[in-house]
């Protein structure tokens, strides 16, 4: 499995050309003690900036989507099962060439419960969510969605029978799990 978000802070982490283009763009200000940008001092910035958040993006989504190719390439040629978490991934046009696209998706409320116990005020939470697409529209999208308002344990059982339609072939017929009800 790959995880595009850990693939974003690897490619600004210090020293990269990614964290260097960053300091440039954004100011040294906007950079760590370490190096890497402040992620918190630039999401300020960029979530309340749509200019700042494309210029930002210009800057580390390239980078973030060559190395998930990569990887999703060399986990065809050796016909391996792959997983790969792109959270933009309607938001940066790159939904051609995969097998299947499913979203995880909550209500708006639980997402910013969850942001909010993250540590981010109500403000900064929601304008994250303003910065990406509405969550019925990527499920609307997706070939699958799991609904995932309720306990982890739901959520677990939902993903689980998705696997499931996974080894058996019937992925395509799957649809819409409510991980919310279980």
């Not at 979530?47 to 998930?68: E, G, I, K, M, Y």
Request: glycine residues 6%.
């Amino acid at each position: 499995m790959l995880d595009a978000d850990e693939v974003a802070h690897d490619v600004m982490r210090p020293g990269t050309a990614v964290a260097r283009a960053v300091a440039r763009a954004f100011g040294t200000d906007m950079m760590g003690p370490d190096g890497a940008p402040d992620r918190t001092r630039l999401a300020a910035r960029v979530f309340a900036d749509p200019a700042a958040r494309a210029r930002l993006n210009a800057l580390v989504h390239p980078a973030v989507l060559r190395r998930c190719r990569a990887w999703r390439a060399a986990q065809r040629r050796v016909r391996k099962p792959s997983l790969t978490i792109v959270p933009l991934l309607f938001e940066v046009g790159e939904t051609a060439d995969w097998d299947a696209v499913g979203c995880i998706a909550a209500r708006r409320d639980t997402i910013l419960r969850r942001l909010r116990a993250r540590g981010l005020n109500a403000r900064d939470a929601a304008a994250r969510l303003r910065a990406q697409w509405p969550v019925r529209k990527k499920s609307a999208a997706a070939d699958w969605t799991i609904w995932n308002d309720g306990t982890r344990r739901a959520f677990a059982r939902a993903v689980a029978r998705q696997a499931a339609a996974y080894e058996t072939g019937t992925h395509g017929t799957i649809g819409k799990f409510d991980g919310a009800k279980e």
